[in-house]
């Protein structure tokens, strides 16, 4: 396999990770309590638009189809963000789930650009680099205005008292049984290396 293939596939789940975005972003601009934060989901929203056309006109440039990768990688980090949604409360620590989601897309995208465009480099593929990095370079615009617009809100969240837990629900039972098991899984190995 020649690293001009690693790249396409890798460009093609990057392809599909921002798609699965334009869907998933409008769920959080929706969910999001913090009139600030709801507007950077929307405005970075559009921006994964733009992001999507120019994935497209790489693959173009590349004479290559832009399907054919499903990035389940994402498909995790945005389901971990549905958990955060699905709480659903109007106050301030709902934000602060959401924008631990949130981050959690925009460093998996920004390593998945940094890494596409070192093997774009690296085989000399300089017209695409451009583009690549103009995608990275929102990505982590994004990332910052995140973290700038969580300060506020998570000293908010710092002041709500705490509320009664409610019942587990078979979600989130089988996600404390998994954990359990990761936890078992990895035991031995944690002993041996001590
Ligand atoms: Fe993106
Ligand atoms: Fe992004």
Do not use: W
Request: overall charge negative; proline content about 2%; aromatic content about 4%.
């Amino acid at each position: 396999m020649s690293l001009k293939e690693v790249l396409i596939d890798e460009l093609r789940d990057m392809y599909s990770a921002e798609n699965q975005l334009v869907t998933a972003l409008p769920k959080l601009a929706k969910g999001a309590n913090d009139a600030t934060l709801a507007k950077l989901f929307e405005d970075h929203l559009e921006e994964t638009r733009g992001q999507v056309l120019r994935l497209k006109s790489i693959f173009q440039t590349l004479d290559e189809k832009p399907t054919g990768e499903h990035c389940g990688g994402m498909e995790g980090v945005i389901e971990e963000g549905s958990d955060a949604l699905e709480k659903g409360t109007e106050d301030a620590s709902f934000d602060a789930g959401l924008i631990g989601a949130a981050l959690r897309t925009e460093h998996y995208e920004i390593a998945g650009y940094q890494a596409c465009i070192a093997m774009a480099k690296t085989v000399n593929m300089t017209d695409i680099v451009e583009l690549l990095t103009q995608n990275l370079n929102e990505e982590l615009a994004a990332a910052e205005k995140i973290t700038a617009a969580s300060r506020t809100i998570l000293k908010q969240a710092a002041s709500e008292p705490e509320q009664d837990t409610e019942p587990k629900t078979g979600k989130e039972k089988y996600s404390e049984k998994k954990s359990k098991e990761d936890e078992t899984k990895a035991a031995a190995g944690i002993r041996k290396h001590g």
